[in-house]
């Protein structure tokens, strides 16, 4: 028994006929075509990762608001929150 109840001779034939109707020109183009495909993936995985590996360093966008503010001279929310109740 082969695959799921599939003979390797019933899959050799299946093969046989799917050269004979698509050639092998054409099979070998597909196969280029879907491996640049992949390989194409994998690299777009790759540069994400590494693009998130290098955001994680940067502060975020609240803390880089705060820091702007304070240059400013703008004091934060809460600190004229703590004067009000004073």
Known sequence: MGLGGISIWQLLIILAIVIML???????????????????????????DTATGSAGDEPDADTHASEERTKNGDKPAQEDDDQRHA
């Open 22 to 48: 698509f050639g092998t020109k054409r099979l070998r183009g597909l196969g280029s075509d879907l491996g640049g495909a992949i390989k194409g993936f994998k690299k777009s995985m790759q540069d994400e």
